[in-house]
């Protein structure tokens, strides 16, 4: 081969590199000679040797784009520390160092510096762990999905990575694939490409092989495809010219590389969130240090403003919220991907748990995709099975040469076994009589007098096949019973139109004889829908030959149709006819050079596709959860409204009442405003014989609504309504446009994976609900003392210290442990909640900030007080009594008679701190009960079902034992050991805080759309 020309990438002009869009066939096969291209017959061209084709990609290198640059451990650990929450801690953290440097002798400010930037440190190094888990799930998952194509060498169609494609490969290309290197076409066959990732434009475009003038731009000659193009439909061969970095894309790929992901519905949530929590800290502090000053009458202005700040940003600050949402939305990344579910972004999930529209494609979904021919018609003849001996007539011949022929599916294995005996019909053609009688030599048992085929002894074994689930049953079918090999050798094909699923057929014309003049003997055969077949047809085989189709015909096939339709079949049809035409000419479909009317009908395969032994119980699911499922198939209205019964998606009532309906796709174009909003309140719609357009309306009827739809699917016309719905889900095994345009991917192609993902986004909701409704009620004891203390005059009731080893210990375990909780019984038996719904609503900041804050800082400030009355010390003599007294160098304090030395003082005020700290640390342990559900009462649900929360529970209730009785640390922190009262009054406090949980979600439960009731509501 000569040498393929080579695209510097800093060539911004592509036009200038590329000169092969002006090449003709005879220069392409000139050039490119190792490819061994037949210019006459391109479709039999032999391709590369496999040695060649290993010398090219050894010469140079393989076909593979610089990957955008991937973010770096490193760079991600830096990121961690981008956030308000810790700029918010790192200057009260900068504050505490102030305050130590205005007054050394406090080396507890030092101490809290060192312990706030080791805390940052640590949490960042969590959050960082978390992150990491999280896109290592992904990346495991992107390593699932294949990245192959499909190449002719040694003249044979194989498959190789797309890594290993070389200049000079025979690339085939089809319906659904995308192109993996830039190739000129030398087949194209209805062949139409969408060129988005090149040149923006959207809209599919029509490929051909002809060369243009040269003076006509690289993008506007339409024979060249390019790496990362979409083929829509159509299918074609062309020769790789250029791979890796010397392709289009490869050339710009540096402009698209760097850009910044936008941000998802749940970060932005979670970064409003962190400023309101930012701002009212500042606005706390500023406003306790103001009221302090004059309260203390300025004194120590330095240390009121660093302890000031200190506090309340400690206090009010979830240290643990960043690693603790992370952790939620892993876990719920790591269930899903056992259930083999794929999630592009994980964040996708919160948009999955607040869909209320399931628009699913049938075949593969909803059913096996394990399809069998079933039955045959001809001519009111219905045939169970394979056929019989006098069931072997001319129509049914014709059959099996169209299903073996017009056939996009391929065999992977050659291997037959016997024994088989068929007789041969008169009326059969010599090319069918030559494959049927091939058919037997070698290893089957020929009876040459034998007048009858037996199913019983037919044993042909089930070979591997690539293709439509539906031809590879038609192609199985047929390979039983023909030589399907040697039928294909014969009937050399001269021209093709995919099937696609505006059409809704697929047809072929063979050359079968040349005559004289420059004329030739042509075949036609079609396949497809089968109400749309017939239509084109005027005649009908029968036994006797060709008869006109009449009424009565038309009548038995409208009784055959109706039948196996409504037994949840499908039905595809065939029809032939033969024709003269000039012996080179070029057939086109615009022109419309040969016969699509006066065909002759030959008969129909029904085809059963069994529902998956999941779907219905799924479905029943989705209803229960308010989601209504819309069935969304190619297949005629009375295949799928029959399948839609079977899977219990539709119903009858008595009464003939119906909360369903099954909509032609021809009328959804049709459909007023009016029956748009009739027909969205219905509980299950299906819409058959839909066409990509029709798909994405329905997706955008159900998004004006404001419904949040997630529409399944699997082939490339499912492409733009995946795009374009709210929840994209392609197959598995689905085309790689549909996996390029969606948002998940399930790998098991299974329907009830989808309802799996609704339950735990709905989880993954409830739960990070449930975990910000725990952290933030502490935010109010924890910075209540404070004021106390600046406002009013108190002794402090915490320090900074204890602060820290509550955020940064003994809140850790609980929160973490959230993550883990299960489910609640009714997750899936309420509507879904609506999309605007924020996470962090008003009523959950009322609830952590009003009535569950102040009651649970009431039982911190009884444990505060219980200490003060176990000294017989009156609670109203400690007003004011901390500017002076209380501290260091402070003046001696009476109370009920008794006088307390500084000393006495300041060990009794570190007894206060240390209940404080217990009643808060205390009062979580119980709180964790009641915030474990959002509507269930937690003694249906299982106080004790959650494994992680009571081990976490453990060490909450162990934490706060060593920091309030172990010597040493208690006195580090600013604590010292308490009475047995304290732990009394904040049990109390404890059980009431679940007892207003439980009454609340009573109501919740009972009354749910009260509109007070809704005000307690999160």
Same mark, same amino acid.
């Given at each position: 081969?000569?040498?393929?020309?080579?695209?510097?990438?800093?060539?911004?002009?592509?036009?200038?590199?590329?000169?092969?869009?002006?090449?003709?066939?005879?220069?392409?096969?000139?050039?490119?000679?190792?490819?061994?291209?037949?210019?006459?017959?391109?479709?039999?061209?032999?391709?590369?040797?496999?040695?060649?084709?290993?010398?090219?990609?050894?010469?140079?290198?393989? #076909?593979?784009?610089?990957?955008?640059?991937?973010?770096?451990?490193?760079?991600?650990?830096?990121?961690?520390?981008?956030?308000?929450?810790?700029?918010?801690?790192?200057?009260?953290?900068?504050?505490?160092?102030?305050?130590?440097?205005?007054?050394?002798?406090?080396?507890?400010?030092?101490?809290?510096?060192?312990?706030?930037?080791?805390?940052?440190?640590?949490?960042?190094?969590?959050?960082?762990?978390?992150?990491?888990?999280?896109?290592?799930?992904?990346?495991?998952?992107?390593?699932?999905?294949?990245?192959?194509?499909?190449?002719?060498?040694?003249?044979?169609?194989?498959?190789?990575?797309?890594?290993?494609?070389?200049?000079?490969?025979?690339?085939? &290309?089809?319906?659904?694939?995308?192109?993996?290197?830039?190739?000129?076409?030398?087949?194209?066959?209805?062949?139409?490409?969408?060129?988005?990732?090149?040149?923006?434009?959207?809209?599919?475009?029509?490929?051909?092989?002809?060369?243009?003038?040269?003076?006509?731009?690289?993008?506007?000659?339409?024979?060249?495809?390019?790496?990362?193009?979409?083929?829509?439909?159509?299918?074609?061969?062309?020769?790789?010219?250029?791979?890796?970095?010397?392709?289009?894309?490869?050339?710009?790929?540096?402009?698209?590389?760097?850009?910044?992901?936008?941000?998802?519905?749940?970060?932005?949530?979670?970064?409003?969130?962190?400023?309101?929590?930012?701002?009212?800290?500042?606005?706390?502090?500023?406003?306790?240090?103001?009221?302090?000053?004059?309260?203390?009458?300025?004194?120590?202005?330095?240390?009121?403003?660093?302890?000031?700040?200190?506090?309340?940003?400690?206090?009010?600050?979830?240290?643990?919220?960043?690693?603790?949402?992370?952790?939620?939305?892993?876990?719920?990344?790591?269930?899903?991907?056992?259930?083999?579910?794929?999630?592009?972004?994980?964040?996708?999930?919160?948009?999955?748990?607040?869909?209320?529209?399931?628009?699913?494609?049938?075949?593969?979904?909803?059913?096996?995709?394990?399809?069998? &021919?079933?039955?045959?018609?001809?001519?009111?003849?219905?045939?169970?099975?394979?056929?019989?001996?006098?069931?072997?007539?001319?129509?049914?011949?014709?059959?099996?040469?169209?299903?073996?022929?017009?056939?996009?599916?391929?065999?992977?294995?050659?291997?037959?076994?016997?024994?088989?005996?068929?007789?041969?019909?008169?009326?059969?053609?010599?090319?069918?009589?030559?494959?049927?009688?091939?058919?037997?030599?070698?290893?089957?048992?020929?009876?040459?007098?034998?007048?009858?085929?037996?199913?019983?002894?037919?044993?042909?074994?089930?070979?591997?096949?690539?293709?439509?689930?539906?031809?590879?049953?038609?192609?199985?079918?047929?390979?039983?019973?023909?030589?399907?090999?040697?039928?294909?050798?014969?009937?050399?094909?001269?021209?093709?139109?995919?099937?696609?699923?505006?059409?809704?057929?697929?047809?072929?014309?063979?050359?079968?004889?040349?005559?004289?003049?420059?004329?030739?003997?042509?075949?036609?055969?079609?396949?497809?829908?089968?109400?749309?077949?017939?239509?084109?047809?005027?005649?009908?085989?029968?036994?006797?030959?060709?008869?006109?189709?009449?009424?009565?015909?038309?009548?038995?096939?409208?009784?055959?149709?109706?039948?196996?339709?409504?037994?949840?079949?499908?039905?595809?049809?065939?029809? *032939?006819?033969?024709?003269?035409?000039?012996?080179?000419?070029?057939?086109?479909?615009?022109?419309?050079?040969?016969?699509?009317?006066?065909?002759?009908?030959?008969?129909?395969?029904?085809?059963?596709?069994?529902?998956?032994?999941?779907?219905?119980?799924?479905?029943?699911?989705?209803?229960?959860?308010?989601?209504?499922?819309?069935?969304?198939?190619?297949?005629?209205?009375?295949?799928?409204?029959?399948?839609?019964?079977?899977?219990?998606?539709?119903?009858?009532?008595?009464?003939? *009442?119906?909360?369903?309906?099954?909509?032609?796709? *021809?009328?959804?174009?049709?459909?007023?405003?009016?029956?748009?909003?009739?027909?969205?309140?219905?509980?299950?719609?299906?819409?058959?014989?839909?066409?990509?357009?029709?798909?994405?309306?329905?997706?955008?009827?159900?998004?004006?609504?404001?419904?949040?739809?997630?529409?399944?699917?699997?082939?490339? #016309?499912?492409?733009?309504?995946?795009?374009?719905?709210?929840?994209?889900?392609?197959?598995?095994?689905?085309?790689?446009?549909?996996?390029?345009?969606?948002?998940?991917?399930?790998?098991?192609?299974?329907?009830?994976?989808?309802?799996?993902?609704?339950?735990?986004?709905?989880?993954?909701?409830?739960?990070?609900?449930?975990?910000?409704?725990?952290?933030?009620?502490?935010?109010?004891?924890?910075?209540?003392?404070?004021?106390?203390?600046?406002?009013?005059?108190?002794?402090?009731?915490?320090?900074?210290?204890?602060?820290?080893?509550?955020?940064?210990?003994? *809140?850790?375990?609980?929160?973490?442990?959230?993550?883990?909780?299960?489910?609640?019984?009714?997750?899936?038996?309420?509507?879904?909640?609506?999309?605007?719904?924020?996470?962090?609503?008003?009523?959950?900041?009322?609830?952590?900030?009003?009535?569950?804050?102040?009651?649970?800082?009431?039982?911190?400030?009884?444990?505060?007080?219980?200490?003060?009355?176990?000294?017989?010390?009156?609670?109203?003599?400690?007003?004011?009594?901390?500017?002076?007294?209380?501290?260091?160098?402070?003046?001696?304090?009476?109370?009920?008679?008794?006088?307390?030395?500084?000393?006495?003082?300041?060990?009794?005020?570190?007894?206060?701190?240390?209940?404080?700290?217990?009643?808060?640390?205390?009062?979580?342990?119980?709180?964790?009960?009641?915030?474990?559900?959002?509507?269930?009462?937690?003694?249906?649900?299982?106080?004790?079902?959650?494994?992680?929360?009571?081990?976490?529970?453990?060490?909450?209730? &162990?934490?706060?034992?060593?920091?309030?009785?172990?010597?040493?640390?208690?006195?580090?922190?600013?604590?010292?050991?308490?009475?047995?009262?304290?732990?009394?009054?904040?049990?109390?406090?404890?059980?009431?805080?679940?007892?207003?949980?439980?009454?609340?979600?009573?109501?919740?439960?009972?009354?749910?759309? #009260?509109?007070?009731?809704?005000?307690?509501?999160?």
């Amino acid at each position: 081969m000569k040498k393929a020309k080579v695209a510097s990438t800093n060539d911004r002009n592509m036009t200038n590199t590329f000169t092969e869009h002006t090449w003709d066939m005879e220069k392409i096969v000139s050039y490119y000679n190792q490819s061994n291209i037949d210019p006459q017959f391109p479709l039999k061209s032999k391709g590369l040797s496999t040695p060649a084709a290993e010398s090219l990609l050894a010469q140079h290198g393989p #076909n593979m784009l610089p990957k955008p640059k991937e973010i770096t451990n490193f760079e991600l650990f830096v990121q961690q520390f981008a956030n308000l929450l810790w700029a918010l801690l790192l200057t009260a953290d900068a504050l505490s160092f102030i305050s130590y440097l205005a007054d050394t002798s406090q080396l507890i400010n030092l101490w809290c510096a060192i312990l706030i930037f080791v805390m940052i440190v640590f949490m960042c190094c969590v959050s960082f762990y978390q992150e990491r888990e999280a896109r290592l799930v992904v990346k495991s998952f992107e390593n699932l999905l294949p990245d192959q194509c499909m190449v002719v060498r040694d003249g044979k169609e194989i498959f190789v990575d797309s890594k290993n494609l070389v200049v000079g490969d025979l690339l085939k &290309v089809n319906g659904g694939t995308k192109v993996a290197a830039d190739a000129r076409l030398i087949v194209a066959s209805g062949l139409k490409v969408e060129t988005s990732s090149i040149t923006g434009e959207s809209e599919p475009i029509d490929y051909q092989i002809e060369a243009v003038p040269i003076n006509v731009n690289l993008f506007e000659g339409h024979n060249i495809i390019f790496n990362g193009s979409l083929v829509i439909e159509g299918n074609g061969t062309a020769v790789v010219i250029r791979t890796a970095t010397n392709t289009v894309i490869g050339q710009i790929a540096a402009l698209t590389t760097g850009q910044k992901d936008n941000k998802s519905l749940l970060e932005k949530q979670m970064l409003r969130f962190v400023k309101f929590l930012v701002v009212l800290a500042t606005t706390v502090a500023l406003g306790a240090f103001v009221i302090g000053g004059f309260v203390h009458k300025w004194k120590h202005v330095i240390q009121l403003l660093c302890n000031g700040f200190l506090v309340c940003a400690i206090g009010m600050v979830p240290c643990g919220l960043p690693a603790t949402v992370t952790s939620i939305i892993t876990v719920v990344a790591r269930r899903l991907a056992s259930k083999q579910v794929y999630l592009k972004k994980l964040d996708i999930c919160e948009a999955i748990g607040s869909c209320n529209i399931i628009a699913s494609d049938k075949t593969g979904t909803l059913t096996k995709n394990v399809m069998t &021919v079933t039955d045959v018609w001809y001519c009111n003849h219905m045939i169970p099975g394979l056929p019989k001996e006098e069931d072997l007539t001319d129509p049914m011949y014709r059959m099996l040469e169209i299903m073996g022929i017009c056939n996009a599916a391929k065999f992977t294995d050659q291997k037959k076994k016997g024994p088989l005996k068929v007789k041969l019909a008169p009326s059969a053609g010599t090319k069918m009589k030559t494959a049927v009688k091939s058919m037997m030599c070698g290893n089957t048992d020929i009876d040459a007098e034998s007048q009858i085929i037996d199913p019983l002894i037919l044993d042909v074994s089930e070979k591997g096949a690539l293709g439509s689930p539906s031809e590879v049953a038609m192609l199985r079918y047929a390979d039983k019973l023909v030589d399907l090999a040697q039928l294909q050798r014969e009937n050399g094909v001269v021209f093709e139109i995919p099937f696609n699923s505006r059409r809704k057929w697929h047809m072929l014309i063979i050359k079968e004889n040349e005559l004289p003049n420059g004329k030739a003997q042509y075949k036609l055969l079609i396949k497809g829908a089968s109400e749309i077949v017939i239509k084109m047809c005027n005649d009908i085989y029968t036994e006797h030959g060709v008869t006109p189709l009449t009424d009565v015909e038309t009548g038995y096939f409208e009784e055959a149709y109706n039948y196996y339709g409504s037994n949840g079949r499908r039905i595809i049809g065939f029809a *032939e006819t033969h024709f003269i035409g000039l012996s080179n000419i070029k057939f086109d479909l615009d022109i419309g050079n040969f016969p699509l009317t006066d065909l002759s009908f030959v008969g129909f395969a029904s085809i059963m596709d069994p529902p998956k032994d999941e779907t219905a119980d799924a479905i029943k699911q989705c209803r229960e959860a308010g989601i209504k499922v819309f069935m969304v198939t190619g297949d005629h209205q009375i295949t799928a409204t029959a399948i839609g019964r079977e899977i219990g998606l539709v119903e009858d009532h008595p009464g003939g *009442e119906k909360d369903w309906e099954t909509i032609c796709g *021809e009328e959804v174009s049709r459909l007023s405003s009016a029956d748009w909003d009739r027909l969205i309140q219905m509980k299950a719609l299906i819409f058959a014989r839909t066409t990509p357009e029709q798909k994405l309306l329905i997706v955008e009827e159900c998004q004006k609504r404001k419904q949040i739809i997630a529409m399944t699917g699997d082939g490339v #016309n499912d492409a733009p309504a995946l795009k374009r719905a709210n929840i994209g889900i392609a197959m598995g095994s689905g085309s790689e446009v549909a996996k390029d345009s969606a948002d998940v991917i399930l790998m098991n192609d299974n329907f009830a994976s989808i309802v799996d993902a609704v339950r735990e986004g709905r989880l993954m909701f409830d739960n990070l609900k449930k975990l910000l409704g725990y952290t933030q009620i502490h935010s109010y004891p924890e910075v209540f003392p404070i004021i106390v203390n600046f406002c009013f005059g108190m002794p402090v009731g915490i320090t900074s210290l204890q602060i820290l080893c509550i955020d940064l210990g003994t *809140e850790i375990p609980p929160g973490v442990a959230m993550s883990k909780e299960p489910a609640e019984s009714d997750i899936m038996k309420k509507p879904p909640r609506p999309r605007t719904k924020v996470l962090v609503s008003n009523t959950l900041l009322a609830y952590s900030y009003s009535y569950a804050g102040i009651l649970q800082t009431l039982g911190c400030f009884l444990a505060y007080c219980c200490v003060f009355w176990n000294y017989n010390i009156n609670i109203r003599d400690l007003w004011m009594s901390a500017i002076d007294g209380w501290q260091e160098g402070g003046t001696l304090f009476t109370s009920n008679g008794r006088t307390f030395s500084v000393a006495e003082q300041l060990y009794i005020n570190r007894q206060a701190c240390s209940a404080w700290h217990m009643g808060i640390v205390f009062g979580q342990f119980w709180h964790l009960f009641a915030t474990r559900t959002r509507r269930q009462s937690i003694f249906t649900h299982g106080v004790f079902r959650n494994a992680h929360s009571n081990f976490a529970l453990i060490i909450e209730l &162990v934490g706060i034992l060593i920091f309030v009785y172990c010597p040493g640390i208690n006195e580090f922190i600013g604590g010292a050991p308490i009475p047995w009262t304290c732990w009394l009054a904040v049990a109390i406090v404890g059980w009431l805080l679940i007892l207003q949980g439980e009454v609340r979600k009573f109501f919740i439960r009972k009354y749910p759309h #009260n509109k007070i009731v809704r005000l307690f509501k999160w």
